[in-house]
């Protein structure tokens, strides 16, 4: 059956998202009357008696990866009744007009899936997506930070080290851009006759060709070649700009805070949080303008310097000196745009900066054009030689980020020490260890283009200067960091072999009295012991970035001490320094351009193969959750679209129902669950219960991210909602508890499932149960058993609480006292 659109529930969620027949209304009223009713919680009206008042729903939220909504509901035929084709909700074909029919759906809840996988990993261009690695990287950084109170400027001091970090990403990418375009090919070959001479399309830029003539002046190669990194710049933004109107423009529900609704631990449940519109709008001004900068200084730098010779014409030296200084204030600007403002969570801010967000980008375009008509200005006797002064640019670049990844430190252990928890990664230090891995990322991309692109001009023996000394530096520790990572490696290696030997006996001792299977044990132990491997994630992070910020102030003191290649500063040590040096120059150049033509290829193939392009989605899954805080050029949040839309079905749902609602979300979809809850009205978000299995809340969200799914967040969730309960399995790498404390974690938490679900064969497995993992959980029974008992507490004879704003008193209606079916006794 053809999927269709249809609308046949009382308010239609698809008033607040984008829908293929446009925004149904559904049978209460306009969208106005709808959007007022949901943002009250629906208790200045009571709810209707008919659309289904005695039906239960189960709202069904896919992990990472995706899957179709057949497989999700388990049957052929769905129907699309809300959304798009980028994000969608399907029901049965036999369900579509469930609400008219309550008797038969007595006793069952109506299955709702929630398909948002195209988010991520939709058509080819999510591979340009790869670009951008280094910019979510440090993006995630921001949201990395310790939890903390009452240190409200140390928080807002953090983010602005993050957004510094983020512009100096930029710089990067734009001067490795420059670089290559402006420095090995215009300036180095174009002006060696050898190198030009070979690669033939230089010819007219060569000063010595045939037909060298007006563009063969250095100042406007320079020019002509800086059209690369600028289109660079304008690829970016355009990417921000159409992902932001794709993304940040879905405007969540605005909802009215009941009169006595008290702030809650997380920032996830401000109404402003997913709805970053502005923020990004002034970010994406800000970098757009410092690339441009980048490029306007490349290319008017060189001519200015040769105008500050003795007895150079007066007039270019004033000019590119009034240049210089142009170009040093619109930097200020730039920093000071990035550095003011940060974002708006408390409410919705619809102001966009308009001014500020069109002036400034046209003013470093208008410093861009008059760079590069400075630089084309005739010079007699200029000649292009040697190379651009890539190594101050750079380095600068180089020294800036490594300050500011220690700052970062600095602020984060203030802030852990102020609240720290027991189970935060790297005791609160996560957010600058991976903004120093986004560097170094950042800085392995750059080398490697360049590197790449000056191995493939020499080739003609030509004896080009090359790349910047740095690059090479920063190239030949790569091999270090290698061996350092492959030890690391090694020793979880062992640690994860001797907690498999250990995991044997307490398989054994699971299943008394069955068969003994020594492989079947091993198999089950090595599941478990791989699956644990997840919480030793902390430590390989710790280790690599210590190492990396290390190695980098190594490579930059080396460069800037000898000003030449390891192997040539090495040229009167010992032999076996010597060796050593040679070794991991050009080991550390064959590895960084391996990984830029790797990562090049691996971007070509998702581009036209789907199941990479999938495999792709997946980390964008994981990396792309948080909305974009410290860099617009960033993939955009598909989260801002996701929770919009799951908000509205609910609140849509429990106003018109009273409330039967359990949304049960598996992996990365209990995290868009929770966060989708969390922007309820207290009021709606007590008519609703949470399932969540496979879910990475607190193993690698409360532990990461703790300011925002730390312990106090978790139990706050867990205390406002109808009822939540988490399955898991210990051979799951992603899933685990939810670890609250107290009572409250038997309350949340069942018992680890079993997992194979036989050992041998049986009655009701005659054939081997397969070590499920982290999928299929809907194949234990325990899964219906909780599902089964969420659905009992929220019976429709049990008449919905009133909004007193305040969590109900459990076991006050007579049901079970918690979640976990322990009665009032």
């Known amino acids: 059956m053809p999927r269709g659109v249809h609308g046949p529930f009382s308010g239609d969620p698809g008033a607040g998202t984008d829908t293929a027949d446009g925004a149904s209304r559904g049978k209460s009223g306009t969208v106005e009357q709808a959007q007022h009713d949901v943002a009250t919680g629906g208790t200045d009206r009571p709810a209707p008696r008919t659309g289904g008042s005695g039906t239960a729903l189960e709202l069904l939220v896919h992990g990472v990866g995706g899957t179709t909504p057949e497989r999700m509901l388990d049957d052929p035929r769905t129907v699309r009744i809300t959304g798009d084709d980028v ?33 991520t990993s939709g058509n080819g261009t999510r591979a340009l997506w790869l670009l951008l690695l280094p910019f979510m990287v440090v993006n995630l950084a ?108 879905q405007q969540p529900l605005d909802r009215t805070p009941d009169a006595d609704e008290v702030p809650g631990p997380t920032a996830l449940g401000r109404p402003g949080f997913w709805y970053g519109r502005r923020l990004v709008a002034r970010l994406r001004a800000a970098h757009t303008a410092a690339a441009l900068l980048t490029v306007a200084a490349a290319v008017g730098a060189p001519a200015a310097r040769f105008d500050r010779r003795a007895g150079g014409p007066a007039v270019l030296d004033v000019l590119g000196r009034v240049l210089e200084g142009a170009l040093v204030a619109g930097a200020l600007v730039v920093v000071a745009v990035v550095c003011r403002r940060g974002r708006s969570e408390r409410r919705l801010d619809r102001t966009l900066d308009e001014h500020l967000v069109r002036r400034l980008p046209f003013a470093a375009l208008g410093l861009l ?43 984060a252990h203030l802030l852990h020490r102020t609240d720290g928890h027991a189970r935060t990664a790297m005791r609160g230090l996560g957010g600058p260890a991976v903004a120093m891995l986004a560097c170094a990322l950042g800085g392995v991309m750059s080398g490697g283009v360049a590197q790449r692109v000056s191995d493939w001009l020499d080739g003609t023996g030509a004896r080009l200067p090359g790349p910047p000394v740095l690059l090479t530096w920063q190239a030949s520790v790569i091999p270090p960091l290698l061996v350092l990572v492959l030890l690391l490696c090694g020793a979880l290696a062992l640690r994860t072999w001797r907690r498999a030997r250990a995991e044997q006996a307490a398989v054994a001792g699971e299943h008394p009295g069955e068969a003994g299977d020594s492989a079947r044990t091993r198999r089950i132990a090595t599941a478990r012991a791989m699956a644990g491997l997840t919480d030793r994630a902390p430590l390989v992070v710790a280790v690599t970035a210590a190492a990396t910020l290390l190695a980098g102030a190594g490579a930059l003191a080396g460069a ?55 495999t792709i989605g997946i980390l964008w899954d994981v990396g792309t959750f948080w909305p974009r805080a410290a860099h617009p050029f960033a993939p955009p949040c598909y989260a801002e679209r996701a929770v919009p839309d799951l908000t509205w079905r609910m609140a849509t749902w429990t106003r018109a129902t009273g409330g039967r609602l359990v949304i049960s979300g598996h992996s990365q979809g209990s995290v868009l669950a929770a966060a989708a809850a969390w922007q309820l009205a207290p009021s709606a978000r007590r008519r609703v ?38 399955l898991y399995r210990l051979t799951d790498p992603i899933g685990g508890p939810v670890r609250l404390s107290g009572d409250r974690g038997p309350a949340v938490d069942r018992e680890p499932l079993k997992d194979p679900l036989a050992y041998g064969r049986t009655a009701a497995h005659p054939l081997p149960a397969p070590i499920l993992g982290h999928s299929e959980y809907q194949a234990d029974p325990a899964f219906a058993e909780e599902r089964q008992r969420l659905l009992a507490r929220l019976r429709p004879e049990v008449p919905a609480p009133r909004d007193t704003g305040r969590p109900p008193v459990p076991g006050a209606d007579g049901g079970p006292q918690d979640c976990s079916g322990r009665s009032s006794a």
């Not at 399907?90 to 008219?100: C, G, I, L, N, Y």
């Not at 008509?373 to 750079?394: I, N, Q």
């Not at 969200?701 to 939540?724: K, N």
Request: a positive charge; proline letters at 5%; one cysteine or more.
């Open 369 to 411: 054009a008059l760079a590069v008509l400075y630089a084309g200005w005739e010079r007699p006797g200029w000649a292009s030689s040697g190379r651009l002064p890539g190594d101050a640019t750079f380095g600068g670049i180089i020294l800036v980020q490594g300050l500011l990844v220690v700052a970062l430190g600095v602020v």
């Open 560 to 614: 800037l001490a000898t000003d030449r290649v390891p192997a040539d500063a090495a040229r009167d040590t010992p032999a076996f320094v010597q060796g050593a040096a040679h070794t991991a120059q050009a080991l550390g150049s064959w590895l960084i351009g391996l990984g830029f033509i790797l990562f090049v290829t691996w971007g070509r193939r998702a581009y036209k193969d789907a199941s990479a392009r999938r």
């Open 689 to 726: 219960a949470l399932l969540t299995y496979g879910s990475p809340l607190e193993r690698l969200y409360g532990r990461w991210f703790p300011a925002h799914f730390g312990p106090e967040a978790l139990g706050s969730l867990h205390a406002e909602v109808d009822c939540w309960r988490n």
């Open 87 to 119: 994000a969608a909700v399907f029901r049965r074909a036999d369900d579509v007009d469930a609400e008219s029919r309550p008797g038969d759906h007595r006793g069952r809840p109506v299955p709702e899936a929630y398909v948002w996988c195209n988010l």
């Open 142 to 249: 921001h949201w990395m930070r310790p939890a903390a109170r009452g240190r409200d400027r140390t928080v807002r001091l953090y983010g602005v080290l993050v957004r510094l970090a983020g512009l100096t990403l930029t710089v990067l990418l734009v001067a490795a851009a420059c670089e290559v375009a402006l420095d090995l090919i215009a300036w180095q070959c174009a002006g060696t006759r050898a190198c030009a001479g070979r690669h033939s399309w230089l010819g007219f830029l060569s000063p010595s060709g045939s037909d060298g003539g007006w563009w063969s002046r250095p100042g406007r190669r320079l020019a002509l070649a800086a059209v690369v990194p600028a289109a660079l710049t304008g690829l970016l933004w355009y990417l921000s700009l159409r992902t932001w109107r794709a993304y940040e423009s």
